[in-house]
């Protein structure tokens, strides 16, 4: 199993913060949220891990360098979104690795803060054995603003509702919860045959989740894995989520 970062994002919702500090290296507690990915694919076993940077990203690769330190290998591709940003989007940045991949893979936003992670050893485990094209990690949620919400039914991811009507997405809230697509994403190499698929969305982005929709539509097996409801999870690409994540972390810690 490889790991892959995805961190070329500009960071644009985070400004002007992002503009000196790229946001995976903004700290959640005395480490970059970013880090925390890097140790929680090292734990769950896996050696080695692509990061995708894009344009001003230096300050990712000079904090983990090779990744030594962490016990685990780390190299680095650069997502190119092109003159008009017609390479844009988490499809396109996931495509980058398509020559260096041969096996299952484990997408991990780059700017995603899970804690603690050490269920992502059991998310591995969970798609290795349903034998999944895809694993969607799924974060259960009261609200699910701003966020894709994952149809499920016995596990098996039936749909993906992006900024859906509030009607439609009422009406598969699970237990008064729904279901927040959060990664990470584990994938099979088939992955890249439908990333060449993906039309651009009505933003002109390519999104990943518009590729794992065309594989539901083959009938391929996706799943959902339902993270553990003690862990907490932010996307700190919004500065109130940052924050939130800082006070989680600090009344945790006792610092």
């Known amino acids: 199993m490889l790991g892959l970062i995805l961190a070329a994002g500009k960071g644009t919702r985070m400004r002007p913060y992002s503009n000196a500090i790229n946001k995976e290296m903004s700290l959640i507690g005395e480490i970059p949220v970013i880090e925390y990915s890097v140790r929680a694919l090292a734990n769950a076993g896996v050696k080695k891990v692509f990061i995708v940077l894009g344009e001003g990203k230096w300050q990712v690769l000079e904090y983990l360098r090779d990744g030594s330190r962490f016990n685990i290998s780390i190299s680095y591709l650069y997502q190119d979104m092109g003159e008009k940003g017609e390479n844009k989007g988490t499809a396109k940045a996931i495509q980058t690795a398509e020559n260096w991949i041969e096996e299952d893979f484990i997408v991990i936003y780059g700017d995603s803060f899970f804690h603690p992670y050490d269920f992502l050893k059991s998310e591995i485990e969970f798609h290795l054995k349903e034998e999944a094209s895809v694993t969607m990690g799924v974060y259960m949620m009261k609200d699910h603003k701003d966020y894709g919400v994952v149809e499920v039914s016995n596990d098996r991811v039936i749909n993906i509702l992006e900024k859906a009507a509030r009607e439609d997405v009422e009406k598969i809230r699970v237990d008064d919860m729904f279901a927040v697509n959060s990664g990470p994403i584990i994938f099979t190499k088939e992955v890249f045959d439908y990333i060449k698929k993906t ?27 339902r993270i553990p409801k003690e862990v907490f999870w932010r996307d700190i690409g919004r500065m109130e989520h940052r924050i939130e994540a800082e006070a989680y972390l600090l009344k945790k810690t006792g610092i």
Do not use: F, Q, R
């Open 199 to 225: 039309e651009a969305s009505p933003s002109g982005e390519y999104w990943i989740t518009d590729t794992i929709k065309l594989m539901i539509n083959d009938g391929k097996k996706v799943v959902a894995y």
